[in-house]
């Protein structure tokens, strides 16, 4: 039994939330205590599930794992074929491990259609998972679209009042870039490459190698794609209305793992593929990078909604998620993976904190609060270690993944990396001031409202949600290289692939003239 769950490991954490969708079906609606357990136990076993293989996983190993293949659509040979390496293991454990978490934060804040809602909830689970498992580029497609229809219906339904735009804007964003890697997709993988199987197009790219143009013009449908996503300066403009007008456990799910599928794909398609094209493009998005690393961090100081600023602040953190992977070191590339983790947890765990004043005072605007830390010792603690992760307090989470990024890039060999590296140091600064300033506003100095007297602490239910997400904080900010040592070795081979590939180094000047040498040298 135990042999046939490990060769079906995969198959079962990406499924598990979908049998619990179905099983939803079968529950009556007035029955909410009995949806809101079933939904929180399909999401626990499915976090135990990707804990097993977690352990299991071996660290050492370059290719794939737990490979299952098996033909779907024969006549365009299309698979269903899912894998898991040291990248995409930690972007399925922080997806795992914030399922119970949105369901245990919703608990007492979802009052209608309770059935549906976790229904969605359950859907939108196993997208995100096929999302990061799967082999097959049409599989992956199939399920990042998919994806769209639960986060379209938890954001129009239990949204805010304005969550009609916000859904409508969301999904226009996120479909133009779509429908672009579509085009792009249909063009790589059935007039050059002829498979969908990401591995075998990878192996193709590597010895048969795309015109300098063609990386480029594919790249830049590839990217956009995972630009809107992420999503990356000025492309960004999505991001607060869908956080600020989706509930609670929407904007945890958008934050910790939706904005992830966008940094995903670049190291997963568009980096690996198109090496020249990145090679090119690399000064024009460590600069985007920068820009949007200070302009959220700025733009976060002036908001007055608390969970405004908490969505501004993703474009800055971002920011450096991209930096990173664009500095192409080992280091810079380990820290962008690590803070995306670090930032679904930090940033997670603002919007849950966020979720719990708005449930109890029925406002966001930091001017409404001050000195509540003495209504909520509990609460201004918890927001406090959340905040000093978010800026990179060393003995954190946050702190190693932006120290890894900004090292890597200051090391990196490419023009400039040194002034790119200086420019986003800023950012960690400007987080210290927004963050702090907006700590010191609303839980210090005197109350602004009688009726803030009323607001009552953490209760057991907010505590052991809140407590699972700090233990994951404390613990990478200690300890990283639990969480590192699996993703090293894939990591290192993806760097010494994308090394032997380029033709062009990053900084050489590419001109008609020039552009023909290096076809003529690939085509050698």
């Known amino acids: 039994m ?11 954490i990406i499924f598990l939330p979908l049998i619990g969708f179905l099983a939803l079906f079968f529950i009556e609606r007035e029955k909410g205590k009995a949806l809101r357990i079933i939904s929180l136990l399909f999401m626990i076993l499915d976090f135990l599930l990707s804990v097993w293989l977690f352990i299991i996983f071996d660290g050492r190993s370059l290719d794939f794992q737990f490979i299952e293949r098996y033909i779907w659509i024969p006549s365009w040979k299309v698979h269903y074929q899912v894998g898991v390496d040291g990248i995409s293991l930690l972007l399925v454990m922080l997806t795992t491990l914030l399922g119970p978490v949105v369901i245990l934060s919703s608990w007492s804040a979802i009052k209608e259609r309770v059935k549906e809602y976790h229904m969605f909830m359950l ?36 949204g805010g009042p304005r969550r009609i735009y916000a859904t409508i804007k969301f999904v226009l964003f996120t479909m133009a870039g779509s429908v672009l890697m579509l085009v792009a997709i249909i063009w790589l993988c059935l007039y050059y490459v002829k498979s969908f199987d990401i591995i075998s197009i990878n192996n193709y790219l590597g010895v048969n190698p795309l015109r ?4 480029l013009w594919l790249f830049g449908a590839f990217g956009l794609a995972f630009a809107i996503k992420v999503p990356m300066f000025p492309l960004h403009t999505w991001l607060p209305d869908a956080h600020v007008e989706a509930p609670t456990a929407g904007s945890v799910i958008l934050a910790g793992v939706l904005l992830k599928m966008g940094t995903y794909g670049f190291i997963r398609f568009a980096i690996p593929f198109f090496p020249d094209a990145v090679s090119v493009m690399i000064p024009y998005m460590s600069i985007l990078a920068i820009v949007g690393i200070i302009y959220g961090a700025l733009v976060s100081m002036v908001q007055e909604d608390i969970k405004k600023l908490v969505a501004y602040s993703s474009v800055s953190h971002l920011g450096f998620v991209m930096l990173g992977l664009f500095a192409l070191t080992v280091s810079s590339m380990q820290g962008a993976l690590i803070q995306m983790v670090n930032h679904g947890l930090s940033t997670g765990a603002l919007f849950l904190l966020v979720g719990i004043i708005y449930e109890r005072a029925h406002t966001r605007q ?3 609060f001050g000195g509540i830390s003495k209504l909520m010792p509990v609460y201004a603690v918890v927001f406090m270690i959340v905040a000093l992760s978010s800026i990179g307090l060393p003995g954190l989470n946050g702190f190693v993944g932006e120290f890894l990024i900004l ?5 990196s060999k490419n023009p400039y990396s040194k002034v790119y590296a200086i420019l986003a140091g800023s950012g960690v600064i400007f987080a210290a001031v927004y963050l702090l300033w907006m ?4 839980f210090f100095g005197p109350l602004k409202k009688e009726e803030n ?7 057991v239910r907010e505590i052991v949600y809140l407590g699972i997400v700090l233990v994951f904080i404390v613990w990478i900010g200690i300890y990283p290289s ?3 040592k699996k993703s090293e070795v894939s990591v290192k081979h993806l760097i010494e692939q994308i090394e032997a590939r380029r033709y062009i180094q990053p900084g050489e000047k590419i001109s008609v003239g020039s552009e023909k040498a290096v076809e003529e040298k690939v085509g050698q």
């Open 366 to 368: 930091i001017s409404d």
């Open 453 to 459: 007297k009323k607001l009552v602490d953490l209760n």
């Open 439 to 442: 700590y010191q506003r609303v």
């Open 2 to 12: 135990m042999e046939l769950i490990r060769a079906h490991i995969l198959s079962g």
């Open 482 to 484: 639990t969480f590192l």
């Open 123 to 158: 859907l939108l689970q196993s997208a995100m998972l096929g999302t990061f498992l799967a082999l097959d580029i049409i599989l992956f497609y199939v399920f990042w679209e998919l994806m769209l229809v639960p986060m379209f219906f938890l954001i129009g339904v239990w």
């Open 212 to 215: 300098v143009g063609v990386q």
């Open 407 to 411: 090292v890597g890039t200051y090391l």
